[in-house]
């Protein structure tokens, strides 16, 4: 009985998982490839964002520089009509202002309010309005209103008579 048993010939199955692979490869690369693309818009946007602001705080800055540059040089006596000043910042010649000074109220000196020792004094309203503009056309507005006091009546005098005093 001493019998040899031979194992009959192993068929071959045939692998049919052998694409997935090659389909999981693609769909893996297409995912990292809409990684790669949204991060670089991203960081695009980013840099756009940021150069805004930055241009924005340029045109902020100008238009602040405006207001203080009326301040110091500007004309506020009600008889002048409205004064245009146009001019580059300083340190800044890229970025620029354009600031008005307006009578307000169309020049009519404005009395002290009731209760007040002092009535020869008379104060006067102006609208100040400064528009910064930066080099890649950011602007922004700022608006003030400067009271200057003055004597009653004229900006130059005063309506008592005689005038106690010369009043520049």
């Not at 009959?8 to 692998?15: E, G, I, L, N």
């Not at 705080?57 to 540059?69: D, K, Q, V, Y």
């Not at 307006?102 to 009519?108: E, K, R, S, V």
């Amino acid at each position: 009985m001493n019998a040899i048993h031979t194992a009959a010939p192993c068929s071959r199955r045939r692998v049919r998982d052998g694409g997935f692979v090659l389909v999981l490869a693609l769909v893996l690369l297409l995912v990292l490839t809409t990684l790669a693309v949204s991060g670089v818009t991203s960081s695009s946007l980013q840099f756009t964002i940021a150069g805004n602001a930055q241009q924005h705080s340029g045109a902020f800055m100008a238009a602040e520089s405006g207001l203080a540059t009326a301040m110091v040089n500007g004309t506020f006596d009600p008889t002048v009509p409205a004064q245009v000043m146009n001019q580059a910042v300083p340190n800044a010649p890229t970025d620029t202002f354009t600031v008005t000074i307006q009578p307000a109220l169309n020049g009519a000196p404005q009395p002290p309010p009731p209760g007040f020792s002092i009535n020869s004094f008379s104060s006067y309203i102006f609208d100040v309005a400064s528009v910064g503009q930066s080099v890649r056309g950011s602007s922004t507005t700022h608006a003030e209103g400067v009271a200057v006091v003055s004597p009653l009546g004229n900006p130059g005098g005063c309506t008592v008579q005689p005038c106690p005093q010369q009043w520049n």
